[in-house]
Nanobody, 119 residues
Framework: QVHLVESGGGLVQPGGSLKLSCAAS????????MGWYRQAPGKQRELVAT???????NYADSVKGRFTISRDNAKNTVYLQMNSLKPEDTAVYYC?????????????WGQGTQVTVSS
């Protein structure tokens, strides 16, 4: 079982920056692939960025060059640095932990943190 707690959301003006953090507890963090997803009102949850246990990253086209995902296994934490924020980045951002095992896929979600980009 993995417990995820996001923090760092808030209100920011267009062009500004925010850094989200997701603290994990309950299992061996380094074994999990981690990701950030977001859900805007009236829309489906979508992938923002992922980072594997080995450190490989993947980004949605809409955030490439603006967002950076990273992880600190010593602190059991994954981060999302968001720069050049746009109003369309407004959403609830969710942290995800995922690991394939012999009996299936473990998949855990945090409670979400609100990011609002507005002047």
């Amino acid at each position: 079982q993995v417990h995820l707690v996001e923090s760092g959301g808030g209100l920011v003006q267009p062009g500004g920056s925010l850094k989200l953090s997701c603290a994990a507890s309950g299992s061996i963090f380094s074994l999990y692939g981690m990701g950030w997803y977001r859900q805007a009102p009236g829309k489906q949850r979508e992938l923002v960025a992922t980072i594997t246990s080995g450190g490989s990253t993947n980004y949605a086209d809409s955030v490439k060059g603006r967002f950076t995902i990273s992880r600190d296994n010593a602190k059991n934490t994954v981060y999302l640095q968001m720069n050049s924020l746009k109003p369309e980045d407004t959403a609830v951002y969710y942290c995800n932990a995922r690991r394939a095992t012999l009996v299936g896929v473990e998949n855990y979600w945090g409670q979400g943190t609100q990011v609002t980009v507005s002047s």
